[in-house]
């Protein structure tokens, strides 16, 4: 497959592993980004909110691209996050992003002046950054989560934002968790790839002509989604979602990235992964295995197909006590 598909698209905002120096560790994220596509994803989002990106310099960020791309991972399967705080930051990413023939750059409104920001002054960003960035031949995904940046991206910012910019402006993440939104942006503009960000929403966006994901659970449940994308139908698409809260129950006691991360170290058995940025934490030790108990337990119900991360039928520590029962 050349590029990622038009329809029925899974993308895993892949989880950055970090050196004990706070670097991406990029053989590890090669490892990672070719296990998870060989499980389903049709590709990756790198440095967006899962992977921590905000947090890693410019340098790191565009080396780090280039040598995923050199180790094998199609350049037109990639989604890069530009989110920053400097305007020149998003500029500097952008513009190597496109050069490396990336699918497109994913942005975010910063996170810095919460209160106060209008629709006007959400545009203005936009504009700025993308008559800065001065290419004809960018792809722009507006990425809305307001729970973090604290700026929602109001359709009436999508519209002017969309009749300036049509040949740049090709799509939206909106990871906002409100499918009502949702389904108004799929009316307004369905010409745009909308993707959600929740993966509860995946069978009602489908339905309703969305692309896809570019989602967090996929980087421990890519099979899961993948059997649920490949369904054929809305209905039988739905009987995945309570196999997903379930789970999704069990990694939202505590930090969702620190989450993903210590599961992805149990199950590959490789410590390191288990790293993240300061000012996160690794989870307690004791809760830690807890979570992992739970998890291996969950999976466990799953037909052997639909397994990600522990494929084996694999008894739990006998010490560590669940907090699961029935």
């Not at 698209?9 to 994220?29: G, K, Q, Y």
Request: aromatic share 6%; charged share 25%; proline share 6%.
């Amino acid at each position: 497959m050349s590029g990622l598909p038009q329809r029925d698209c899974l993308v895993v905002a892949v989880a950055t592993p970090i050196t004990a120096s706070f670097r991406p560790d990029i053989d590890l994220l090669v490892e990672r980004c070719r296990k998870l596509m060989h499980d389903g994803c049709d590709g990756v989002t790198l440095f967006g909110t899962t992977g921590e990106g905000a947090e890693f310099s410019v340098a790191d960020r565009t080396a780090t691209l280039e040598r995923v791309i050199a180790a094998g991972i199609p350049a037109d399967r990639i989604i890069v996050s530009v989110g920053a705080l400097s305007m020149p930051d998003i500029v500097a990413l952008a513009r190597h992003a496109i050069d490396q023939k990336v699918d497109g750059v994913l942005l975010m409104p910063p996170c810095v002046y919460r209160g106060g920001i209008t629709e006007d002054g959400t545009f203005r960003f936009y504009a700025s950054v993308i008559d800065a960035i001065g290419r004809p031949d960018l792809r722009l995904y507006l990425y809305h989560f307001p729970d973090i940046s604290g700026v929602p991206i109001t359709p009436t910012v999508v519209r002017r934002l969309d009749e300036r910019y049509s040949d740049k402006v090709v799509g939206i993440k909106d990871s906002g968790g409100d499918l009502d939104f949702t389904e108004a942006l799929l009316r307004r503009f369905s010409h745009l790839s909308v993707f959600t960000g929740t993966e509860t929403h995946v069978p009602q966006l489908l339905a309703s002509g969305g692309r896809g994901t570019i989602c967090g659970l996929a980087n421990v449940m890519p099979r899961l989604l993948r059997a649920m994308f490949d369904a054929p139908n809305q209905f039988e698409r739905r009987r995945h979602i309570q196999q997903m809260l379930r789970a999704d129950v069990v990694l939202s006691r505590r930090p969702f990235i620190a989450s993903l991360k210590a599961l992805v170290a149990d199950s590959t058995g490789v410590a390191a992964w288990r790293r993240v940025l300061p000012p996160m934490s690794e989870l307690p030790v004791l809760e830690e295995q807890r979570m992992i108990a739970d998890f291996r337990r969950w999976e466990s119900t799953l037909p052997q197909a639909e397994r990600s991360l522990y494929p084996a039928d694999m008894e739990s520590d006998p010490k560590v006590v669940s907090l699961r029962r029935g």
